[in-house]
């Protein structure tokens, strides 16, 4: 099979989330560049086309574009832009807060 990447890719074993609306799922991120990523999971077959990728629970974003997919691996592409700030604040809390998201 020949390479089509730009970037050659770096192997690493990390965890990472998904969020849509909501958290899509967990996964680990097997490698990954600049660019992009393989992300294996248990199951992609709920993932959709695009989402927002984090490394640390949901409080830096990336947005990804989903460029293949398998059974338990997606091939992802990250947009232009470095990671953002997330604006989930309904969905990350620190741990032990029961108040009500505002």
Known sequence: MQERRNLLR?????????????KLGDGIVRD???NG???E???TSS??????LS????R???????IWRKTTEL???????AFRAAALRHLVQPKGNNVAPE
């Open 47 to 52: 993932i959709p086309g695009t989402f927002d």
């Open 32 to 34: 990954i560049s600049a």
């Open 37 to 39: 990523a393989r992300l």
């Open 60 to 66: 830096t974003l990336r947005f990804c574009r989903v």
């Open 10 to 22: 770096t192997k690493v074993f990390k965890a990472a989330r998904l969020f849509g609306r909501t």
């Open 75 to 81: 091939g992802l592409h990250f947009a232009q832009g």
């Open 55 to 58: 490394f640390d629970d949901g």
């Open 41 to 43: 999971m248990v199951s």
